[in-house]
């Protein structure tokens, strides 16, 4: 299985193009154009034609931001998913956060969702959390060592961020839901803070740090922060922070989705390579 099909994308996957047409693979792309890509890429003139290349198509992570066109920075067509799906017909269909309401149109489709793979999903906490200490070392006025840091969630980027954050020196509070993870938190070295008891301690921080994808830093909430406390929001839309909420009162609030395609984009492409390459067996040997 030598043939892959690309439909839009970000670098990550314009990275992945080259990648794969170094290892050998013949990589036939549509809604790359303005990319710059190995020029033996052949880049096609449509969504049909770049379809009856491949068995196995490879798109966008995620794969949309309106849930009607693909993501496709680099190029200048709007490409509809529903367009897509009528053309992937009986092959593989790969993207990134695939909504269960899409997978209604890729009917007779085989759809795998990258970031539903757990090697791919653990690789690439590595990479959100250093892009979320950059912002942090940018945005701020302070060092990050001696800065009183709330990890709002406990999951994977918030463990691997965590310990990163701890590294370097900062003081670093973990927001949970569970007594569970409180024990774990104060085995790892960090301080707890139960999400109940969240409020009387939400005054002391200079930066915070959300993986939650709900609303957790309500307009209440938001009002008993410090003035200068800065809040990175990484968490999948709609977030956990009330965004409007937090441009009335003034709170300093960034919102950094896809940190691994904005700030590592090679390194994200060598993970999507290898996840898609176990993809690729597992089909061979089914």
Known sequence: MKNISIIGGDLRIVKL???????GYEVYTYGLEKAQLNAK??????????????DVIVSSIPLTSDEININSPFSSNKIKISEVAQ???????IAGRIEDELYKK??????????????????????????????AMEESTKTLHGSKILVMGFGRVSKILSNMLKGIGAEVYCETRTT???????????????????????NEFDIIINTIPHV?????????????????????????????????????????????GRVAPITSAEFIKETLENILKEIKNN
């Open 41 to 54: 890429i052949e880049k096609c003139n449509s969504i049909e034609e770049v379809t009856t290349k491949a």
């Open 106 to 135: 890729f009917n007779d489709t085989k759809v795998i969702d990258l970031l539903k793979r757990e090697e791919l999903t653990v690789l690439n906490t590595i990479s959100t959390a250093e892009g979320a200490i950059q912002i």
């Open 87 to 93: 053309n992937v017909k009986g092959k593989t269909f």
């Open 180 to 202: 569970i993870n409180c024990a774990w938190i104060k085995a790892y070295g960090y301080k707890p803070i139960l999400l109940d008891e969240l409020d009387g301690n939400l």
């Open 17 to 23: 193009a080259d990648m794969l047409k170094e290892d």
């Open 216 to 260: 957790i830093l309500n307009k209440e909430r938001l009002s008993l922060l410090k003035k200068d406390c800065i809040i990175i929001d990484i968490a999948s839309n709609p977030g956990g922070v009330d965004r409007k909420a937090a441009k009335e009162i003034g709170v300093k609030l960034i919102w950094a989705l896809s940190l691994p």
